[in-house]
């Protein structure tokens, strides 16, 4: 075991750190030395309601605290996560992998941008407005059953929690049994900021919990990021119950180089994009689309730009690609990179074998294929490993059939000679966001899927409203 051995054994419920009735534990792997880094409680279906019930309990006063101060207290839990932010940077490095390059920037970052988001929304948010001869009130769904996935642990949790404390909800935060530790530290600045008792509760553990919280009668709303198959299960849950369920799900988005486009640029851009956070990431471009005739082009550029994705040891400053979260995950891209090659892609960058040099952890080399047909399992699969596919096409329609051909349409991209002919194309996309030549992320604008990418949308108003009900007055 690592020396800086991080072991939780309460849960936090109420507006206290209090022991779970149940007393199993999960360990937490550093995927980059496989050592235990950390221990933590898995609740149980009583803490699950404990938590519910303190979630309950506070519901109606925090619906009832004006937007302002709300906003003070989102305001509260922004500062007190900005004064931990190397701890919440050093614990994604170390319980995900992330280098330490992104870990500040975009891990922690993120979210401190979205809560601030939020503070400013709630200062201009009309939570009733007057249709006719009706007075509209935009009410809180209640208690919410935050579900989170392991590929961006604390950005995950605060772009649900920001929101749903913002429309005047309750939380209830499960982060994914992974990478549990950054919830830890969120908890602590929702204590430090001072949050009322029960707005914000944790309960860590596996499938059971999120189950639990999932089917709890007193659990008004899941929220919930991860991967397809969970999502239809909670969606089922939720049916069954008439319960509401916004799901964030998986992504194969396209990035398209259309005629005329900077190719160059957007290879480059493509590959930053997917070699981010190792590939798990679930709005990542991880087919790059380009005309037939320049396919070999496009495999030359590729190959030079990975080769400055340096993999390795994610403390590391100079290193762009580190490990991924588990030996799991690792087996399931080290398949789908050999059935790439058995179904006759090209090999630009990468492959199966380890990363020299590396003898332990989780680590996949920084994979490009060209010459991809549209059909095969590495272009329709959501891989969420370092791999990109390279596919051709031969004119704009069959560009616009690819990209639109998978289950999936979260996020994607459009390179072309000018804005008018890339948005143009983008329109035709069934695709949740589209960066339009390189047009940057936006924490105001909304984020999610079309098709089985899921239902709902997060970030900024459209994020806020999936955790409100409306009632209409008619006067
Ligand atoms: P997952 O869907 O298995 O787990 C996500 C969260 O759901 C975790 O907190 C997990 O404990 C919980 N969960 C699992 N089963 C549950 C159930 N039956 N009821 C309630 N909660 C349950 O995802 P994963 O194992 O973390 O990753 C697997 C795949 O999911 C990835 O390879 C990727 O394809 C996808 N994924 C997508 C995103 C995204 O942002 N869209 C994020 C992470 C993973």
Not at 29 to 44: C, L, M, R, S
Not at 59 to 80: G, N
Not at 155 to 170: R, Y
Request: charged fraction near 20%; hydrophobic fraction near 40%; aromatic fraction near 6%.
């Amino acid at each position: 075991m690592e020396a800086s051995l991080r072991r939780h054994d309460t849960i936090y419920v109420g507006g206290e750190w209090i022991k779970p009735a149940n007393t199993d534990t999960i360990e937490v792997i550093n995927p980059a030395t496989e050592q235990v880094i950390g221990v933590v409680p898995a609740g149980g279906p009583e803490d699950v309601d404990a938590a519910v019930a303190a979630a309950r309990g506070a519901a109606d006063e925090w619906a009832a605290t004006p937007p302002d101060k709300r906003a003070a207290h989102l305001a509260e839990l922004r500062d007190a996560l900005n004064t931990h932010r190397r701890t919440a940077a050093m614990l994604v490095t170390s319980e995900l992998g992330a280098p330490v390059r992104i870990a500040d920037r975009v891990h922690v970052g993120t979210p401190i941008d979205v809560l601030d988001s939020y503070v400013e929304l709630l200062s201009t948010y009309e939570f009733h407005e007057r249709i006719g001869h009706s007075l509209v009130l935009s009410e809180p769904v209640g208690v919410v059953g935050a579900i989170a996935p392991w590929n961006y642990p604390l950005h995950q949790a605060v772009v649900k929690i920001a929101a749903a404390l913002a429309a005047g909800c309750t939380v209830i935060l499960k982060p994914a049994e992974e990478t549990p530790l950054n919830a830890f530290l969120l908890a602590e600045a929702v204590h430090e900021a001072g949050l009322p008792a029960g707005v914000f509760n944790l309960v860590p553990g596996g499938p059971a919990v999120g189950e639990s919280l999932t089917c709890h009668e007193s659990v008004d709303m899941v929220s919930f990021t991860g991967s397809t198959a969970v999502g239809k299960r909670i969606g089922e849950l939720c049916g069954k119950q008439i319960k509401r369920a916004s799901l964030e799900l998986g992504g194969k988005s396209a990035s398209v180089a259309l005629p005329g486009g900077d190719l160059a640029t957007a290879v480059k851009v493509t590959v930053a994009n997917v070699m981010l956070n190792s590939g798990q990431t679930c709005s990542a471009w991880t087919r790059l689309l380009v005309p037939n005739e320049r396919m070999d082009e496009a495999a030359d550029i590729a190959r030079s730009v990975v080769a400055r994705y340096t993999c390795g040891d994610p403390l590391d400053p100079e290193t762009r690609v580190g490990p991924l979260v588990s030996e799991a995950q690792r087996a399931r891209v080290l398949r789908e990179i050999q059935t790439g090659t058995m179904q006759g892609a090209q090999l630009v960058a990468g492959g199966e074998e380890p990363p020299p040099g590396l003898d332990r952890g989780y680590y996949v080399r920084p994979t490009v294929f060209s010459h991809v047909r549209p059909d095969a399992t590495i272009a329709v699969e959501e891989i969420f490993g370092p791999v990109l596919s390279i596919i051709g096409y031969a004119d704009r329609d069959e560009a616009l059939w690819i990209a639109n051909g998978t289950e999936y349409g979260l996020a994607g991209a459009v390179w072309a000679a000018d804005e008018e002919s890339a948005v143009a194309f983008a329109r035709q996309l069934k695709t949740g966001q589209v960066d339009i030549n390189g047009g940057r992320f936006n924490v105001l604008a909304p984020f999610g899927g079309y098709k089985r990418s899921g239902i709902g949308r997060e970030f900024g108003r459209h994020g806020l409203e999936e955790f409100l009900e409306y009632k209409s007055l008619q006067l």
